[in-house]
């Protein structure tokens, strides 16, 4: 199982661009609310 810490972890895995990160990093920072989606599976803990 993947684990980070850190929106930078996730850079260094390349699981997140760079970009992102920051842009994620500013919208929490400014209070911005953000909606994160993904494929069907994604997220999916019924199968750990």
Same mark, same amino acid.
């Given at each position: 199982? $993947? #684990? =980070?810490?850190? $929106?930078?972890? /996730?850079?260094? $895995? +390349?699981?997140?661009?760079? #970009? =992102? =990160?920051?842009? /994620?990093?500013?919208?929490?920072? +400014?209070?911005?609310? @953000? $909606?994160? @989606? +993904? ?10």
């Amino acid at each position: 199982m $993947l #684990q =980070a810490n850190s $929106l930078d972890e /996730l850079v260094v $895995l +390349g699981k997140v661009t760079r #970009q =992102a =990160a920051r842009f /994620l990093e500013a919208a929490a920072v +400014g209070g911005l609310n @953000v $909606l994160v @989606v +993904g494929g069907t599976p994604a997220g999916n803990t019924a199968n750990r």
